[in-house]
């Protein structure tokens, strides 16, 4: 359902906003969103009232609210047949519903101040358009009275992150991801950093943590802390719960693995499948030269989501997700045996449904060989490059040798070239200059990556690993001698 607008013609010339309003379950609250939104002093205001198939009372006080509205701003109205869950019902909305280059987000349970979308254009227009534009907020509790809890504070005490990098801003969100700097209630975010990267695969149910983490990728934020929002908390911020009931069980699909994962433990799920769409947001993000590689950053995201995957599977997964688990640890064990037990090895899951990082390591020698034996397997290696003539055309580690030239040939697709190697400055300038490799494509290891572990760390691990295997023999004979 849509209500036409009546704009100016003399205001055509402000940018198109769109402003959401996700609505499920939020019949006592609903009304007060809607006023908010409607009362927006802004011209040029598409505003999308989307509700996600609730049970409630929800959609009769949406549409006795819009009924007969004679205002400036046009209204649209989506009511899901079935519920599709936060992720999916953004995911809908911004590819088929959004008009406007700005997009300002808000829940049916919190109310905005009639100047929210015109004090975020002004904002927006004086910054240079950044990707995302955070502003401050009021809390209040499921009766409207004011509150200060954790996001409060938050927003009163934290770092301002405008004053960082994209870089360091990225770096701080690897380290301590949870909460988001800025909720979602409080975030607007140009249409187009939507549309660089693409409708989200796994479409996570977090939106502000899937807008907020592409704008780290080479993007740009301005945070304004004038508070333009009564951000509500309650109960049943996240979704409606049912008390005294037994947790449902929902069937999921990870991988190749099935899932039977309680209600109640939903959320780790969620937050897992937001880790995997932000990979593959990074990956694009490499593609379209957006960033260079930092491996240090992309490690924290692997581990996160290894550990999160071995996490998932051991609980919900079943006897094959354990079997998984355990065959998949013994597989990369006995991978490069022999330089596994003397360099040691960083734990990496086969997380086959995630896409991998393409690099070619430059250099075949022992840096580049540790390179290669201990990057995670979301790194594909396509090739080794070198100078070394004797060794192009061969294969070191099974992967193949190939001389520099052959990396502007076309025939080989990376989206880096890792230099594993201590003359890391020269061989940078001679791809920049010698073959015109663009910088943002050239990364450097690490030097733990490209060194072998101290004789005390090999110690300790190797004498784990002894222990393990005697007392495996140990049972074996008992088990023996038992029967």
Known sequence: MEINDTTDNANINLPRVSMILLVFQQEEYVKEAISGALAQDYSNLQIIISDDASTDHSVDIIMSEIEGYKGPHCIKVNLNEANLGIGNHFKFI????????????????????????????????????????AHGLNEIDQYGNDLQTDRTQQYLWQRNLQELSSFERLNVYLDSPYPIPFVGAALAYSRELYLRFGTPYYAPDYEDHLMYFRSLLGGDLFYLQEPLIYYRRHP??????????????????????????????????????????QFEDYIKALRVGLLNLDLEQALKLIRRITREHDKILYKHAGWKGKYNLISTDFRLLIRYLPSRWKYGVQRAANINYLSKIRIVIFGAGAAGQLTLIKLPEQFEVIAFSDNDIDLHGKKVLGVEVIPPSKLVSGDYSFDCILVASTYYFPIKKQLRECFKIPLIKISRAPLALITTPSAIHSFRRNTKLIIFASAIIIAIVSLVNIL
């Open 236 to 277: 049943n911020n996240f979704g409606k719960k049912v008390s005294g009931k037994t947790p449902e069980i929902i069937k999921l699909v990870l991988g190749e693995n099935n899932l039977r994962i309680p209600s109640s433990g939903f959320s780790q799920y969620r937050f897992h499948i937001l880790a995997c769409q």
């Open 94 to 133: 911004m590819d088929n519903l959004i008009e406007g280059e700005v997009i300002v987000a808000a829940a049916g349970d919190d109310i905005s101040a009639p100047n929210r979308v015109s004090r975020l254009v002004e904002v927006w227009l004086a910054n240079g358009k950044p990707e995302v534009i």
